[in-house]
């Protein structure tokens, strides 16, 4: 049986922690052992129990997310961390960046999206690059006029960005090199995407998702 992801969440606004929470206990490989609303409760949790990551909102009441990142930095502690904030600001991701964090995820992001990001962070296949965060946001999402046929195949928003490219013909590496992901995480959505629409070749997967008008 794998060993379960312990993670620690730190967000003061307790809704929103909730449905995180949620969110990622529904997940086979993820336990939320500890969840506070504040930087120095994250602090303590960590000082007394060992986790192998720690999801931090930025903005909280005294100790903020970047002060938490300073601390597991300066404690030379051996756990990944996640920033989870609503700046899309490349001045703050390139300070979480400096201060060692695995990866910036934007709060309106797809759920799904901070899902895929813990695995890669966890398997140390994600790639932090700015205009990646960028790509996370919702609003605006190029895919709307398709919302029935991701629905009807439960697509996530990356998976789309992944079939649409499949569809043009672009190879896993040009894939990954213009979403900024790994070819790993491609290939594993690519795998995903045979899945979801029954196919057993690329040709099926292209021939299923111009069917549907993509």
Known sequence: MTNKTKILLADDHKLFA???????????????????????????????????????DMNMPGL??????????????????????????????????KQGVNAYVLKNADPEELIYTIREVMEDRYLANFDHVLNQAEEGDEFEQYDHFKAAFKLSKREMEILRWIVKGKTNKEIAEVLYLSIFTVETHRKHLHQKLNVSSVTELVKKAMDMGL
């Open 18 to 56: 909730a449905g995180i929470e949620k969110l990622l206990s529904n997940e086979p490989d993820f336990s939320v052992e500890i969840v506070v609303h504040n930087g120095k409760e994250a602090l303590a949790a960590l000082e007394e129990d060992k986790m192998d990551l720690v999801i931090t």
């Open 64 to 97: 903020n997310g970047l002060d938490i990142l300073q601390y597991i930095k300066k404690k030379r502690w051996k756990v990944k961390t996640i920033v989870l904030s609503m700046y899309d600001d490349e001045e703050i991701f390139k300070k979480c960046i």
